[in-house]
Antibody
Framework: EVQLVESGGDSVQPGGSLRLSCAASGFTFSSYWMHWVRQAPGKGLVWVSRVYSDGSSTSYVDSVKGRFTISRDNAKSTLYLQINSLRAEDTAVYFCARGGKTVLDYWGQGTLVTVSS | QTVVTQEPSFSVSPGGTVTLTCGLS?????????PSWYQQTPGQAPRTLIY???TRSSGVPDRFSGSILGNKAALTITGAQADDESDYYCALYMGSGLVFGGGTKLTVL
């Protein structure tokens, strides 16, 4: 059974940093692209970032470029999202998702990031 | 900046058929955008329904189908059930990543 379990969400002050993790199991992690998607309270889904299966290429939505870094450790079957210079508008549930170039096929339950002074 | 558009809300009677659409603020949706559809109930993770326009994800009942209708992608639910009451999101592949629509809140009543 495919499982994705996010962790690392917390309440932080503006300008702070966090590292989110997504532990994967039940499939060959190194064979799949992985993505982060976020959802602000009461709002819709927003695709944030993706990383190739071997980590060689990454992509980001414009609003997070230069502040977020996606990475992965295939030996640990774990996906990461380093979030720096946090802003109030980054407050959201962050989901990791398995997928490919054009689809997200399995989702984790999400981890909540709250940015507030 | 291109925006992906969806109806904010829709209602359907139990047993009825409803078609939700996914368009672009500028231009037409085609299979080249690989439209996908996701279902989300409050407090839960999204569930993948359809990908590559019309391929059902594993375990998704055939009441759910995807297509291109005119210049939009479409998700059709036939024989609507009470537990279909959810938010539905489409996503389009835009080259560097995916772009989600704003979602449609479907009410079954």
């Amino acid at each position: 059974e495919v499982q994705l379990v996010e962790s690392g969400g917390d309440s932080v002050q503006p300008g702070g940093s966090l590292r989110l993790s997504c532990a994967a199991s039940g499939f060959t992690f190194s064979s799949y692209w992985m993505h982060w998607v976020r959802q602000a309270p009461g709002k819709g889904l927003v695709w944030v970032s993706r990383v190739y299966s071997d980590g060689s290429s990454t992509s980001y939505v414009d609003s997070v470029k230069g502040r977020f870094t996606i990475s992965r450790d295939n030996a640990k079957s774990t996906l990461y999202l380093q979030i720096n210079s946090l802003r109030a508008e980054d407050t959201a549930v962050y989901f990791c998702a398995r997928g490919g170039k054009t689809v997200l096929d399995y989702w984790g339950q999400g981890t909540l990031v709250t940015v507030s002074s | 900046q291109t925006v992906v558009t969806q109806e904010p809300s829709f209602s359907v009677s139990p047993g009825g058929t409803v078609t939700l659409t996914c368009g672009l603020s500028s231009g037409s949706v085609s299979t080249s955008y690989y439209p996908s559809w996701y279902q989300q109930t409050p407090g839960q993770a999204p569930r993948t329904l359809i990908y590559s326009t019309n391929t059902r994800s594993s375990g998704v009942p055939d009441r759910f189908s995807g297509s291109i209708l005119g210049n939009k992608a479409a998700l059709t639910i036939t024989g609507a059930q009470a537990d279909d009451e959810s938010d539905y999101y489409c996503a389009l592949y835009m080259g560097s990543g995916l772009v989600f629509g704003g979602g449609t809140k479907l009410t079954v009543l």
